[in-house]
Structures are given as C-alpha cells and as structure tokens.
C-alpha cells in the first residue's frame, strides 16, 4: 500500500516520504509482534490508508501544484500530450472520422476498381457534369464495356421522412432499382421477401447514418409505416455502415424503376465496367453509341469514365500538393539560415531527440490539420450531385493551404522559443535595451531556460536576412543561480 | 514578521501532543485517536507553518532498537507561543493529552 500511495507523491519528496512511513509501521509492526495481538494488524492496514491522504496532500499542496503546473506545460512532453489529446477529441467528435475512413478505406463495393461514374467533361460548373437520361437508357444497350449502369437524380432534395411517429428531414436522392446490383452491395436490413419494382411505390432505402442517427438504429424499422413528405412509403432497406451515396449528406434513396426518369432529366451515373475494359476504351465506346443513336458525330473527349475510388479521394491529392509546397518553403527556411534551429552539438543522442520533437509535433499538427478540414469543411466534389462547384472544392483547398502555412509557421516558432539541450520553452523574457536605439546598442528581448542551459536573444527588428534569434549556451559556472528550480 | 496563525482544534490537539512529548506520528495518532489522514497532513501543514520541526534520530539509537532510523518532530519557538495562544483558546486542550513518560525524545 505504502508503495502505490508513494507514486502520488512527486518524485522529490518521494524517497524521504517513503522512509518516514516505513519506518514508522516497522515500529508499530514490531510493538504489534510483542503484544501478540491480531487486532492490531488491522489497525496497521487502517493506519497505511491514510498514507494515500497523505502522499494527496504532497501532491495536491498548492505551492507545489502551482509549481509543478508551470513546470509541466513547459515541457516538450505537454505538447505532445495536448496535440494528442486534441487528435483524439477530433476523432471522437467527428463520429471516428466517417469522411476520412471512406475516402483511405477499400470502398464496401464489390469489386471497387471496376465502378466508375460517367459524365461529361469540358464544363467549369459541377452542375452540367450530369448527362440526360436518354443517354443511360443507351449506354444500358451497351453490353460490350458495361456490366451495369445505373442513374440517379442529380440534385438530392430535402424531404420530411416519418417512420414509426419519428420524423426528421434527411436529403433524399431518387435512384434506379439496380443500383445496389450495379454496386455489388448487400443490404444490412432487408425484407425477407423483396418487392418487386412494379408494386414498389415510394420504397426507400435508409442510410446506415440515418437509421442510427434519426431513427435510433430501430431494428424493427422495416415494419413501420412509413412517410414522405406526408405521403405513404414503405421503408425496404437499410445500407451497410460505410456506404454513401452519393454523398454523406444523402440519407434516403428513393426507389425507382428503371427509365423512370423522363428522358430529357438531367443525373448522375454510375457503373460497372466489364473486366479488362479500361476507362479508355469505355469512354471510346460510349461516346460512339451516342453518335450511333442521335445520328451526328460525338467527340469522345466529351465524356469521362472515371474510376470511383480516384473521384474520392482526388481532394487528397490537391490536400498533398498545397502541403508539398508548404514543407518546401519552410525547409528552404532552415536552410538559408533564416531560422537558426540547430541544436547545441551534444551528440547524436540530443540532436535526434531535438529534430524527433519537431518532426512528431509537426505532424501531428498536420494530421489534426487534414482531419479537420475533411471532416468539417463543405465536402470537396466527390460525385456528380450538382450541390457542391469547383469554388466550393478549392475553399476546402484554401482552407487547407492556409492552415498549413500556419501550423508550419507556429511549430518553428514554438522550437525556436524552446531549450536546445532540455527541449523546455524558455521563460523569463525581459526587454533589452532601447527602442528605436537600434543603430546604436543592441535592443530585443531576452528569453532564458529555467534549467540554466542558455539563453535566447530575439532582436526587435531584423536588419539582415540570418535568424534574428541568437542562442548562447551558458556553462555550469551558472547552475548555481538556477539551483533549486 | 509571523502574523499569528489561528489554529483549528485539530491541530491545537497535535501541537499539544508534541509539546506533551509524543513526537512521533504513529504515537500522536495513538494518543490523539486521530486517523494517519488527519494527522499526517496536518504535520505537514504545521512545518510548512514553521510551527513544528522534523528531524531524524540517529542511526546509532535506531540500530540499538533495532528498527529503521524515525522521523520526529518539535515544536518551535513559533509553535510554542501559537500553542499559548491556542491554550488560551480552548482552555481543555491541556488536560487532553497526557505527559509522555518514556516516550519522550
């Protein structure tokens, strides 16, 4: 007991706390074997309670937890402990970063590399990128490249859905019945008995978000009645968990049979390419049963057959660019010697230590960073929706950028304020000198590490390109002054 | 310099007991009736204060008894005029405790 109570005590008061208390129960442990009494063993172990009250008021005593608090937030290990704790808050807070894992994850589809959405290119607004129903019905003709084709309504809708006296609003896009089939999904609720298509009148199928979220993951959902936007529907499905379509914003996909579409209605498509068919080729083909069917030569650059996983996470690459170019800018910082960040030469040891520190705190920051702007940013163009536009793609990407040069910009300044032997930020900042007298004295502040290592010296105005930041390294004549710390 | 320290009871009675002649923490508990958890600490606070002293007996007495050395504590010049004052403050304090006999260091 003695031995877990003496971890609450902090370490310096430590060995003396634990000698006092063993050598007082060794006292009464003896006084005990003379008396011969098995009451008083009890009161030994009632006595070795206290002990924890004790070691408590070391630890909790207010000069020294005011110490201690200074002294900790100080350290590197504060940083690193905060950074992470902030990651985990992130990650807690998004739902475990639902965007993120479907945009790095293998897709929950079958066969993922073969789906593909198709659209027409040459466009600036996302919004003309859908292509008219009348173009699905003969791409589905099209057996040659196509496994499957599936359309679905290109701006998702905000509707009323009730189900079991629950009501929320959800968007809900319209879809073709083979959908699931051109996905090679499987449903994680299902009617036993499925419906057909011509006796299937505003069936749904809820997302796996929706149904936990707003209808508290009712395992009997499917035999509720059913409402959209006041009229009947029958709820047939529920999606399996990391399924969106076409966004995650979409929480019901409203059925309906294939050429329901008016011919002339604007969607999105998905498919599924036949193995060994390249996006090439596809395009190639597609293109010219178009020019086939409307009877006039239609250019193949017109349409484009993109893979679906590379639609995901296409902001990814545009997310790495804009860091590329920030690491860039910040390593030609350190090299030029306009940020003097070296450490003192103690060794091998020390210097790993030094760049460790700044590599996992930069990266860190990085990753809570990324995890932010995916997560809580308006989505970057992922399909075809028609909600969301290039401006809207490129904010997340200025977002990005600038949260980038910032988190670059505040870690060298954190490690440029910090100890180059004990890594602790440096304290004490005291001005020097006269302002505005640069010509004539030296003026800037003064920052000191608390363990007497060396001091920092930041000029109030830079007059040349090197690190205004000079680091003095104090010898052990000093350690005396900042003795007892 | 020192601004009178106003005592509460508790520690009243441990100053007391020191005074008395149980210098040790586990006597002060066991003449008091007071629990390590109230004890302890509030030695503590009573050298934080100035009001007692801890030391540590010597090996040579310790090994003759054949135990580890102990801590004791003692009151100050300070810890004897707070405990007049205390005295005077809650008058039965005196009669609480006992003289240690052979106890006393």
């Not at chain 1, 902030?86 to 807070?93: E, T």
């Not at chain 1, 999904?185 to 707003?214: E, G, I, M, T």
């Not at chain 1, 409402?227 to 309906?256: C, H, K, M, S």
Request: glycine share 6%; with cysteine; aromatic share 10%.
């Amino acid at each position: 007991m003695l031995h877990v109570a003496s971890w609450i005590v902090p370490r310096r008061a430590r060995a003396e706390w634990r000698k006092e208390w063993e050598a007082e129960l060794a006292c009464a442990w003896q006084m005990a074997h003379q008396e011969s009494s098995s009451s008083r063993n009890r009161g030994l172990r009632s006595r070795c309670c206290g002990a924890f009250l004790d070691a408590a008021w070391y630890r909790l005593n207010r000069e020294d937890l005011l110490r201690t608090r200074e002294h900790w937030a100080r350290t590197p290990a504060f940083v690193l402990y905060a950074l992470i704790t902030m990651l985990l808050l992130l990650v807690s807070g998004s739902g475990y970063l639902p965007r993120m894992r479907s945009i790095l994850m293998a897709p929950p589809y079958g066969a993922p590399e073969r789906m593909v959405t198709i659209s027409r290119t040459g466009v600036i607004d996302s919004a003309d990128w859908v292509v008219p129903y009348s173009w699905v019905t003969i791409w589905r003709r099209q057996r040659q490249v196509l496994e499957g084709v599936a359309a679905y309504s290109a701006q998702p809708q905000e509707s009323l859905v009730g189900i079991g006296g629950q009501r929320s609003k959800i968007g809900l896009v319209q879809v073709e019945t083979n959908l699931l089939q051109v996905f090679g999904v499987k449903l994680l609720l299902s009617r036993a008995f499925p419906l057909s298509p011509a006796s299937c009148h505003n069936c749904l199928v809820l997302s796996y978000q929706a149904w936990r979220h707003d209808f508290a993951a009712d395992p009997n959902i499917l035999q509720k009645k059913a409402t959209i936007n006041g009229q009947d529907a029958t709820v047939i499905g529920v999606l399996p968990e990391r399924f969106w379509f076409p966004t995650d914003d979409v929480g019901v996909l409203l059925w309906g049979e294939e050429n329901s579409f008016s011919a002339d209605k604007p969607v999105g498509v998905v498919a599924r390419l036949r193995p060994g068919v390249t996006e090439r080729q596809a395009e190639s083909n597609l293109a010219r049963s178009i020019s086939n069917s409307i009877g006039e030569p239609f250019s193949e650059s017109a349409i484009q057959v993109w893979p679906l996983q590379e639609r995901v996470r296409q902001p990814l690459t545009s997310y790495g660019l804009a860091l590329c170019v920030s690491l860039l800018v910040m390593t030609t910082l350190l090299w030029s010697g306009r940020m003097n960040l070296l450490p003192q030469r103690r060794g091998a040891g020390a210097a790993c230590r030094w760049w460790t520190f700044f590599a996992s705190k930069t990266a860190l920051l990085l990753l809570i960073l990324l995890a932010a702007v995916v997560e809580f940013t308006p989505e970057p163009y992922i399909f075809p929706s028609g909600r969301t536009t290039l401006i809207v793609e490129s904010g997340s990407l200025w977002i990005f950028s600038v949260g980038c040069v910032f988190v670059l910009w505040w870690s060298l300044m954190d490690q440029q304020r910090r100890c180059r032997a004990c890594l602790e930020k440096l304290a004490l900042p005291a001005q020097i000198g006269r302002s505005g007298c640069l010509l004539l004295s030296w003026a800037g502040t003064e920052l000191v590490c608390a363990q007497g290592h060396g001091l920092l010296h930041i000029t109030e105005t830079d007059v040349c390109w090197l690190d205004p930041a000079q680091w003095t390294q104090l010898d052990e004549s000093w350690e005396p002054l900042f003795a007892g710390k | 310099m020192h601004s009178p320290v106003k005592l509460s009871h508790t520690s009243a009675l441990i100053l007391q007991t020191i005074s008395q002649g149980y210098c040790y923490g586990f006597d002060v508990m066991d003449v008091t009736g007071l629990p390590s958890g109230t004890v302890y600490p509030a030695l503590r606070r009573l050298e934080r204060d100035e009001l007692v002293q801890s030391k540590w007996e010597s090996e040579a007495l310790a090994e003759g008894q054949d135990r580890p050395p102990r801590k004791y504590y003692r009151l100050t010049r300070l810890g004897n005029g707070t405990l007049a004052g205390a005295v005077k403050r809650y008058p039965l304090l005196e009669q609480l405790t006992p003289e240690a006999k052979t106890r006393s260091r």
